[in-house]
């Protein structure tokens, strides 16, 4: 591996032992092997499913059965290359794309490697994310950012990943209308990214408002408080639904609140099963389909922010250090939080 001269040899770790559990180790700076970059962690975003890990120890099928590493939003400066990699990549600001698909599957050569059954996702068991001093990548995934992209912005390029792969999949385009289910950071991503697609109309509903008040700074062009009235209710008639509540309640009002031959995408993870109208569906010959992750959305991601067209910066409510990262993980108690960083280094 060709470095920068300066590189330690152990870092500083957050692991998660067990369910609430966290402890600091220091562990081996890993080595970039043929086709990998190592990367020095500059930022990391605090996402649902690592507070999911944190809480309950498992998301669905996926156990936290050995300590793990969280964290898979992330950034940070190019200090190590592999064999055939490069090295005038070191020193490069990169935004990480946290997967490694095995690039020879059936779905990896369809183009669709988010569905590689075979993936090595950052901080998904037993895979180690990047709450820790130093990564490897692969090349390719380490995406090279501008100067004017912060390192926060940066890692937080995951999950409007997500809101990206999302808008694709709800065929937004100039003028369409889209329902947004939840305020959290994914809904308020999603309804910049709507805007930026060139959706003309974009209705975010959330039970909180100050969560309400938020979604109209980026991006909602009206909000709902679905208590007081629901969505299905008010002929909303939108070309997408897109939930990102995974609330049961609100799934079944948006597929209700979408017109004929409309799309409904389920993003939210909370029930893992629910009943859905069914015939409503058939009647309308509604689109109602889920994502996983993302496939080649990082460029789209950078320009969105470079382009000023999607603000990532505003989203950061909380900074924590290695030290603090149960703190970061239980920030989302506060409904005025949104995003939490975590700095390893
Ligand atoms: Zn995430
Ligand atoms: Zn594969």
Redesign the pocket.
Known sequence: MASSPTLPTTMRTSVLLKQQELTIEDRPVPTARAGEVLVEVAAVGVCGSDVHYYREGRIGDFIVDAPLVLGHELSGTIVGVGVDVDPARIGERVAVEPQR?????R??RAGR?NL????EFYATPPIDGAFCGYVTIQTEFAHAIPDSVSFEAAALLEPLSVAIASIRKAQIVPGSSILIAGAGPIGIITAQTARAFGASEIIVSDLIAAKRQRALKFGATRVIDPVAEDPATLGLDVNAFIDASGSARAVDSGIRSVRPAGTVVLVGLGNPEMILPVSHIQNLEITVTGIFRYVDTWPTAIHLVASGQVDLDSLVTGKFDLEHVAEALDSDRNDDSLKSIVYPN
């Open positions: 698909p095995c690039r020879l599957c779905e990896c490697y590689c059954s075979k993936m």
